[in-house]
């Protein structure tokens, strides 16, 4: 196996068996079994892994591939947001969700995940999520898709 190969390996079987909760607690994990890694390859490495943090009942956590993938897990993530939403709103071909403080990343995935056709892409901060929709887009058919998936949240 190739050192990258065990390194992404290595990765998988620490989220998926321990509870990680940022960057800096798995480089230690990794430290610990050998291997000292750059904070750049360690976020290219998740991302190849397809790897999120989710919020849960004790704050966040990564997932893995799969996990993140599930229909089960998107609906968990749905049911996180519907209660961190705090508002919707569009300026041209840009979208803007407001989040509670820490919810914005989960939001974003939560985005993704849902693969919205005119929604290009996600980019999220602490309470913010930045999206881009397609030129023609229409909003209304946005914020109305988005309310259908998130419920009991009235958006602008």
Do not use: W
């Not at 607690?25 to 989710?54: C, M, P």
Request: aromatic share 6%; proline share 1%; glycine share 8%.
């Amino acid at each position: 196996m190739s050192n990258k190969n065990y390194r992404l390996q290595l990765i998988k079987e620490l989220i998926n068996g321990e509870r990680i909760e940022s960057q800096e607690n798995l480089a230690e994990r990794l430290k610990d079994k050998g291997l000292t890694l750059t904070q750049a390859t360690l976020s290219r490495d998740l991302k190849l892994l397809n790897a999120a943090k989710v919020a849960d009942d004790s704050g966040y956590r990564y997932v893995i591939g799969e996990r993140v993938r599930s229909t089960a897990h998107q609906k968990e993530c749905l049911r996180e947001i519907a209660g961190a939403l705090v508002s919707l709103d569009f300026a041209g071909n840009m979208g803007v969700i407001k989040t509670k403080i820490g919810y914005a990343g989960s939001a974003a995935l939560a985005v993704d995940k849902l693969n919205i056709p005119d929604i290009l892409g996600t980019i999220a901060g602490d309470d913010t999520v930045f999206f881009v929709m397609r030129d023609e887009s229409r909003k209304d058919a946005i914020s109305a898709y988005l309310s259908g998936k998130i419920p009991e949240k009235e958006n602008k």
